[in-house]
């Protein structure tokens, strides 16, 4: 039995959708939506748009003025209690006259926390942990970097049943369907960096920007990243065109020439020095601690045959892996596969992965997997399950509107 009614566990699941209305629009910020209700009737909602802008209850406190007081206020975030870009929730909260706050997680930030007690040193009833589970996993990215200065890692990956990324004659596109495709743009535009490796950039010469379809405008864009040992890449690839806004960096080996360097920062871009791992390539244990570094709370990679390889079988660093199978075979000894690399020497290396989902985007089949000892709700909170990212997945025509089947499609 819950210990709460199905209002009030409905009225948190409203805060959380709003919440997530805040994809791609708030980091380095958590996503938070407020819900206030009086007499089980909701008065007035609200969501965080941004840095810089007004907090979720604030907000919403704004918007229902005197008729605040004595209502329930539902977060999915414990309130701040600090002077930020913006005031101290649980000041405007106790000024209000709410009369209970139910919120689902504290705030690991520890500028920011401490709300609930002052809350509680005001007179207001507290309660914590109603859907807990769901907004731990909300906000993986920025509880993940709040706790460990590092970014939230997910490689996406795609290929036919039987492993194959392309034909033998090097036939690439697409092996996934649109629909597969729009979700990688959907997590493009929701996370602070997209990393790629030099074949990838050289062979598909893409722009790595985030083109979400339908109604949403993307006002930032992802860091771009791509890793090039000895900063060989032509420079006429798009990722090097400074008409896209924000740097793109390129990581390189310790030999990298000093010419080749500060040719790229010349031209706007950032470089980025990394040692190399036993394999002889770039370490990307060093790279994920330079994107830490640089303030940014999740990565996306979409890896060729080698930084597959390296981020989910010699160096692991994936946190959530989104794996799209398209129903086909592609056959042939010589076609690459998904993962290149030496491989593994014998079973007992293989290391297992959780399945949290196994679903479908549009004809392919889309799985969402968890290395064992990656970054969870339970990094943070013992005990909290593992719900399966229906949150990256479930909103997508409520974010963005329905895709139309012949929408224009631009490169990559
Ligand atoms: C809340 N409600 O809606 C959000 C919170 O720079 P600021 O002032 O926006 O503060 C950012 C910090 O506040 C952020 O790191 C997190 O700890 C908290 N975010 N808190 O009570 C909200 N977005
Ligand atoms: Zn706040």
Redo the contacts with the bound molecule.
Sequence with gaps: MSRWTPKQIAHMREALRLARQGWGL?S?????G?VLAKRGRVIATS??TG????????SALALAGPKAKGAELY?N????N??????P??EAIIESGVAKVFYSVP???P???G?AARLEEAGIQVDRGLLADESWELNQF?FKY?TTAKPFVIVKAAASLDGKIATRTGDSRWISSKAARNFSHHIRAGVDAVMIGRTTAAKDDPELSARPWGRRKMHRQPWRIVLDPLLKLPRDLKLFNPQLGGPTVVVCAPEAGQKDREGLRRLGHAVWEVPRAASGLLSLAAVIDEIGRAGLQSVLIEPGATLASSALLEEPVADLIHMFLAPKFLGGKEAPSLLGGPGLENLGLAKELDILKIGRMGPDIHLVLRPSGAFGPSSVQPQAPILGYGHLTDDLDELYGTDPPDSPEAGD
Excluded: I, K, Y
């Design positions: 708030v380095p910020n958590p996503m938070v407020a969501w965080h840095p810089g802008q007004p907090h979720a209850e604030v977060v975030l414990e309130p701040c600090h002077q930020g870009r913006t005031g929730c649980a705030d690991p930030n500028v920011a926390s709300g920025f709040s």
